[in-house]
């Protein structure tokens, strides 16, 4: 209809009601309007400002009110609005959702302690993370962030923490039916935000990362526990890890774990971080070894591959001044694990078995395309951290 009409005032109150059906919760019209919303934007990306316009005015600011006058997370209403949102994604969709920091923080911290309905504000709170600026700005005054009871940063790691120990608990079930319904994207999305807050540089936040609770596992021990967890190990087993033991939704949350782990020892002065990641005696050589295995198992797992791949080169990065033997014998297991994979020349190489086999297991075509019109977002991934690694 949009693509019938030619002038631009009426494919504004096209856009516009499309985006007032969005609240519109039977049979799945709401996220309809909201994934078309979505597609419009990515197709025509000089929109995004106007639908997002849009959705501050029709759906964002009416949430913060809403849940401002009730503080119901409950509401049905507060509920339409976060469900509504959670489907919608773009460049600066993050920075559009700063006027409800507070509210979101609120909300999340409520949902995920009452271990209840938290799969849409998981998805919504990682990409209000995803604006750097969201995570810099002071917030309110006496609001959510600055509570002096319990600060709400440490309240969120926490939570992410409870969120995640939900979700994988999944994997430990007794009931197959548990194992094979779990997905891992609230999982996913609580990684990507903690990613995002490390990333950020900032202090207060960096801080709660690195000095999680006194008396409780540091936060990095906690991450470790879930790699081991993604191929069935339990804390303390000492087995090879295996890649076949991996799933889908495994996969995934296993390169976001890598990525955590990277984003933590990538940290300004966090020296003695790293050291005590991968040479401590909690975990001494683990992160290692379920790394190497990644990169050297001959199975094809492209998206775990990319994020031992970035892992790699962070520990590379962190060691290459280390001239005593401890630091030089961890620069060589990555060196050899890399070297167990194919050259990574052809891996580099569109033409050769490697690059076809990655294509395949990505669900590529028959026919891999030529390198300018290469856009599968995982071979990318892949392609993008050897070329790091190479340079």
């Known amino acids: 209809l949009a693509q019938?009409?030619?002038?631009?005032?009426?494919?504004?109150?096209?856009?516009?009601?499309?985006?007032?059906?969005?609240?519109i919760p039977e049979h799945g019209i709401g996220e309809e309007c909201?994934?078309?919303l979505r597609n419009l934007t990515e197709l025509n990306p000089s929109l995004e400002e106007t639908v997002i316009g849009m959705l501050q005015e029709l759906i964002i600011y009416p949430l913060k009110h809403e849940y401002?006058?009730?503080?119901?997370?409950?509401?049905?209403?507060?509920?339409?609005?976060?469900?509504?949102?959670?489907?919608?994604?773009?460049?600066?969709?993050?920075?559009?959702?700063?006027?409800?920091?507070?509210?979101?923080?609120?909300?999340?911290?409520?949902?995920?302690?009452?271990?209840?309905?938290?799969?849409?504000?998981?998805?919504?709170?990682?990409?209000?993370?995803?604006?750097?600026?969201?995570?810099?700005?002071?917030?309110?005054?006496?609001g959510f962030?600055?509570?002096?009871?319990?600060?709400?940063?440490?309240?969120?790691?926490?939570?992410?923490?409870?969120?995640?120990d939900l979700e994988t608990a999944k994997l430990q079930?007794?009931?197959?039916?548990?194992?094979?319904?779990?997905?891992g994207y609230e999982v996913v999305a609580t990684l990507n935000m903690a990613i995002n807050m490390l990333r950020s540089s900032e202090h207060k936040i960096v801080k709660v990362?690195?000095?999680?609770?006194?008396?409780?596992?540091?936060?990095?021990?906690?991450?470790?526990?879930?790699?081991?967890?993604?191929?069935?190990?339990?804390?303390?087993?000492?087995?090879?890890?295996?890649i076949k033991t991996l799933t889908d939704a495994t996969e995934r949350i296993l390169a976001k774990l890598y990525d955590v782990m990277g984003a933590l020892m990538e940290l300004p002065d966090s020296g003695s971080l790293v050291q005590e990641?991968?040479?401590?005696?909690?975990?001494?050589?683990?992160?290692?070894?379920?790394?190497?295995?990644?990169?050297?198992?001959?199975?094809?797992?492209p998206i775990a591959m990319a994020g031992a791949l970035r892992l790699a080169l962070v520990i590379l990065k962190s060691y290459q001044h280390r001239e005593d033997p401890p630091g030089e014998a961890i620069s060589s297991q990555v060196i050899t694990a890399l070297n167990e994979m194919r050259s990574l020349v052809d891996c580099l190489s569109m033409k050769g078995p490697t690059f076809d086999n990655l294509w395949q297991v990505c669900?590529?075509?028959?026919?891999?395309?030529?390198?300018?019109?290469?856009?599968?977002?995982?071979?990318?991934?892949?392609f993008e951290a050897i070329v790091k690694l190479v340079s």
């Open 4 to 23: 019938k009409v030619t002038g631009p005032n009426q494919k504004i109150l096209i856009y516009r009601a499309v985006a007032k059906m969005s609240v």
């Open 34 to 36: 909201m994934k078309l």
């Open 68 to 142: 401002g006058t009730s503080r119901d997370h409950r509401s049905e209403r507060v509920f339409s609005y976060v469900r509504i949102l959670s489907n919608f994604d773009s460049p600066k969709f993050g920075a559009a959702l700063k006027p409800i920091t507070e509210e979101l923080g609120e909300m999340y911290c409520k949902m995920v302690l009452e271990a209840t309905d938290y799969t849409y504000i998981a998805l919504l709170i990682e990409k209000w993370s995803s604006s750097v600026e969201n995570l810099k700005d002071e917030p309110q005054v006496a």
């Open 145 to 164: 962030f600055t509570s002096s009871n319990w600060p709400g940063y440490y309240e969120i790691l926490a939570m992410m923490l409870q969120l995640i």
């Open 173 to 183: 079930s007794s009931d197959q039916k548990d194992i094979d319904a779990f997905e």
């Open 209 to 242: 990362f690195v000095a999680w609770s006194p008396g409780k596992p540091a936060f990095y021990m906690r991450i470790m526990q879930k790699i081991m967890l993604m191929f069935g190990h339990n804390k303390k087993a000492d087995a090879r890890p295996s």
């Open 277 to 301: 990641i991968i040479e401590g005696h909690d975990f001494r050589g683990q992160l290692m070894k379920y790394m190497n295995c990644v990169l050297e198992d001959d199975d094809h797992r």
């Open 363 to 382: 669900g590529g075509d028959e026919v891999p395309p030529r390198p300018r019109e290469l856009t599968h977002p995982v071979v990318l991934e892949n």
